[in-house]
Antibody, heavy 129, light 107 residues
Framework: QVQLVQSGAEVKKPGASVKVSCKAS????????INWVRQATGQGLEWMGW????????GYAQKFQGRVTMTRNTSISTAYMELSSLRSEDTAVYYC??????????????????????WGKGTTVTVSS | DIQMTQSPSSLSASVGDRVTITCRAS??????LNWYQQKPGKAPKLLIY???SLQSGVPSRFSGSGSGTDFTLTISSLQPEDFATYYC?????????FGPGTKVDIK
């Protein structure tokens, strides 16, 4: 079945970097984007960015520009999210999610709609001195 | 960035109630609006995409409507397994954003 399996929990010191992995199975890895979303304890969902595993193209939320890097290894169907210069506010659960594009007939033409349909279980990153 | 707001931030309801959650975008996003359900300790689950299309496997008591800036998620008859937090998300922009969430709990 289609699934995304994420790496295990991490504990990091302020100023360090963390790299979380997301291994895809059950579908063609290079055919769909991978998005990263994080959630601090008791808080809402925060979209961090996306990556196209085929081209390697990325798009990052302005908040994370300069601190986040999303990469992939297509030979093992795995996406990575690296966040640098960690601070306590980065303590959160980090999710990867598949970005799916669907063509829908809307009125008089087809339009592409994008949503996140498959999610990993999340990786807890704790930043503490 | 496109800002998303939701109302209410929380609500209490009983099993069998009709529940409506509203989501508003800071600019027109056509129908590029998705809804997710999240239960404590779990990853979000896609319910509705393109404002009103029901994701496969999602019960028909869930429905979505709206376009432009104003959207609604409706649960026609609340079931015990529906107590959760609901998020809207815009995919109009490649820089996506989520709403702050609406927590639905037991009255």
């Amino acid at each position: 079945q289609v699934q995304l399996v994420q790496s295990g929990a991490e504990v990091k010191k302020p100023g360090a970097s963390v790299k979380v992995s997301c291994k895809a199975s059950g579908y063609t890895f290079t055919s769909y984007d991978i998005n990263w979303v994080r959630q601090a304890t008791g808080q809402g969902l925060e979209w961090m960015g996306w990556m196209n595993p085929n081209s390697g193209n990325t798009g990052y939320a302005q908040k994370f520009q300069g601190r986040v890097t999303m990469t992939r290894n297509t030979s093992i169907s795995t996406a990575y999210m690296e966040l640098s210069s960690l601070r306590s506010e980065d303590t959160a659960v980090y999710y990867c999610a598949r970005g799916y594009t669907e063509l829908l007939w809307f009125g008089e033409l087809f339009l592409e709609y994008y949503y996140m349909d498959v999610w990993g279980k999340g990786t807890t990153v704790t930043v503490s001195s | 960035d496109i800002q998303m707001t939701q109302s209410p931030s929380s609500l209490s309801a009983s099993v069998g109630d009709r529940v409506t959650i509203t989501c508003r975008a800071s600019q027109s996003i056509s129908s590029y609006l998705n809804w997710y359900q999240q239960k404590p300790g779990k990853a979000p689950k896609l319910l509705i995409y393109a404002a009103s299309s029901l994701q496969s496997g999602v019960p028909s008591r869930f429905s979505g409507s709206g376009s432009g800036t104003d959207f609604t998620l409706t649960i026609s008859s609340l079931q015990p397994e529906d107590f959760a937090t609901y998020y809207c998300q815009q995919s109009y922009s490649t820089l996506q954003t989520f709403g702050p969430g609406t927590k639905v709990d037991i009255k």
